[in-house]
């Protein structure tokens, strides 16, 4: 198997004092579905949120151990994290679409980053996007409307698109359906299963059957600790621990 895209070493993660990650080792390799699961509040998104380094917006944060991104270390002093949340981008949980047009909500990190000022090139980067997330002969048309008026799974695939423009190594989903109804739930991960041909995915889920349809690899964690990384069709079919099978099973607690 290819290098580690993304590998934590003996991660720890406080908030204040209470310890929300603990000695998490993991690799996820590129061009992957990864999915995280686990009970609520065993630290699911506080270890994607590690891989762009969002964790430092809360007060009183302190990280120990290593988070390599393609061999470098993102928690260096030195690490520039613009950077950083450029190559690897985030989808949240509800769409969070700007109080702007469909294309200048595409425009928008475009500008932000200096990557292209010609009209010409923007027109091209917002289409490609677009496509991309099988939103441009819908959208087309109507790329001047406020992208408040697309329904639910318009916005989270818009969202998507905002991220994918900017060209990441990495996209980071942090339970990007829980809002959705289940036929589009079903059309973001068949959209997912496409963009993984060109981005390495991690995805966490409270939906153990999301995780088993879409991802190629599974972390269960609980308590803050990884438990069992593996498959995922390894992890439901075979897991090696009790307390992953207790989970998988409906036993857990």
């Known amino acids: 198997m290819d290098k580690a895209v993304i590998e934590t ?37 506080t270890l994607l949120r590690c891989f762009n380094r969002m964790n430092d917006l809360v007060e009183s944060t302190k990280v120990e151990g290593q988070i390599l991104i393609e061999g470098e270390d993102i928690l260096s002093d030195k690490m520039d994290l613009i950077s950083l949340r450029k190559k690897v981008g985030m989808v949240f949980q509800r769409p969070n679409v700007f109080n702007l047009s469909i294309y200048d909500n595409l425009r928008f990190g475009l500008r932000i980053h200096r990557m292209m ?22 959208l087309k048309d109507r790329l001047k409307k406020n992208a408040r008026t697309l329904s639910l799974e318009q916005q989270q695939r818009l969202c998507i698109a905002r991220v994918i423009i900017l060209k990441p190594d990495i996209v980071l989903l942090d339970e990007p359906c829980s809002t959705l109804d289940p036929v589009s739930t079903l059309k973001i991960e068949e ?63």
């Open 9 to 45: 070493i003996r991660l720890n993660l406080y908030y204040g004092d209470f310890l929300a990650l603990e000695e998490v080792n993991i690799r996820i390799h590129r061009h992957r579905i990864t999915a995280i699961i686990g009970p609520s509040g065993c630290g699911k998104s």
């Open 117 to 138: 000022s010609e009209k010409k090139k923007i027109d091209e980067a917002v289409q490609n996007a677009l496509e991309h997330v099988g939103l441009w002969d819908e």
């Open 191 to 253: 959209l997912l299963r496409i963009l993984k041909r060109d981005y390495t995915i991690v995805i966490v889920t409270h939906n153990m059957q999301q995780a088993a349809r879409v991802s190629d690899e599974t972390a269960f964690m609980h308590l803050g600790k990884l438990i069992e990384f593996a498959g995922t069709a390894e992890i439901f079919s075979n897991p090696k621990e009790k307390l992953t099978e207790n989970y998988i099973s409906g036993r857990f607690g």
